[in-house]
């Protein structure tokens, strides 16, 4: 399945999200993937099978989002250099949404921007943070507060890599899943009542359904400038819980529960 973001104003930077449609990837230059610990030992032979290019180095950072600061962009960067890429080179996020978001990053900065492709293994990368291009980092004044936009080349979300998640993973995407089906479409939340998302067919539904409502939102207001922030429900409250517990306590996906829970109750009492 292909989703399409087409954006009007800037048609150049469209792309496509594939779901499970990820067989050969071709380069015609320099290739790194950026990945972490974790996802490198689970699944990075199963990637590097898929790619041909002159060269493909492999960039491995620390786990967690503790690690989604200055110093560690840093490493990204050097080893970058380190591995002589060029303009014409290409990243690839390979990871959740602290490695997507580190490595759009990089990317966008790196020899004044170049390509980045995302290859999002977590339930709320894949339905969430790949698509949009918002990159960033945190730093001791907050989350997110430091970054760019920079769309990525083409997203490619396999469910297969879904297989090794762990539970409390996988229900923190779900937050992500039931935030898009709250702000932006009645019907999706309804089926996501009756349905279970332990059932591939329903998940590969629901993944492709987010994408959808996110491509839209997305294409219609790139900067967030308007309608985008609508995405961010439940954020405030989340980024104030991560940083206040230092990014160690709760799951992103789970801070986001908290905070829309919270939300919904502040807009109740406002009336
Ligand atoms: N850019 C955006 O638009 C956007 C949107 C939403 C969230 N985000 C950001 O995304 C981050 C959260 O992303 P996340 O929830 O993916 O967290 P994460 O990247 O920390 O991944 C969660 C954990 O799962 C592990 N993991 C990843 N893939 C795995 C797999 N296939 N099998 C087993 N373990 C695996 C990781 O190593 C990590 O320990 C936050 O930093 C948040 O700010 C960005």
């Not at 290739?31 to 689970?42: G, K, M």
């Not at 990368?125 to 970054?147: C, E, R």
């Amino acid at each position: 399945m292909v989703v399409n973001i087409d954006f009007q104003e800037k048609k150049t930077d469209s792309y496509k999200v594939f779901i499970n449609e990820l067989d050969i990837l071709e380069f015609n230059s320099k290739v790194a993937i950026v990945t972490n610990t974790t996802v490198s030992s689970l699944h990075v032979k199963k990637l590097l099978a898929s790619l041909k290019a002159p060269s493909c180095h492999v960039i491995t950072i620390e786990d967690g989002e503790q690690y989604k600061n200055l110093e560690t962009l840093n490493f990204i960067l050097e080893e970058c250099f380190k591995y002589k890429l060029d303009r014409k080179s290409t990243l690839i996020a390979f990871g959740g949404g602290v490695v997507g978001d580190m490595t759009g990053f990089a990317a966008s900065i790196y020899q004044r921007g170049i390509d980045f492709i995302q290859v999002p293994t977590t339930l709320l990368s894949q339905v969430d943070a790949s698509v949009g291009g918002k990159t960033g980092i945190n730093n001791k004044f907050g989350k997110n507060l430091i970054g760019t936009f920079w769309q990525p080349r083409a997203v490619y979300c396999e469910t297969d890599f879904l297989k090794t998640l762990p539970q409390r993973e996988f229900s923190a995407g779900i937050a992500e899943i039931i935030k898009m089906a709250v702000t932006f479409d009645k019907e999706f939340f309804e089926w996501l009542e009756e349905h279970t998302l332990l059932k591939e067919q329903n998940l590969q539904f629901a993944i492709s359904k987010s994408i959808k409502i996110k491509a839209d939102v997305v294409a219609s207001d790139e900067r967030e400038e308007g309608i985008r922030a609508v995405l961010n429900y439940g954020h405030t409250f989340a980024h104030v819980i991560e940083n206040q517990t230092a990014y160690k306590r709760y799951l992103h996906g789970e801070a986001v529960a908290m905070g829309i829970d919270m939300a919904n109750s502040l807009a109740l009492k406002l009336g």
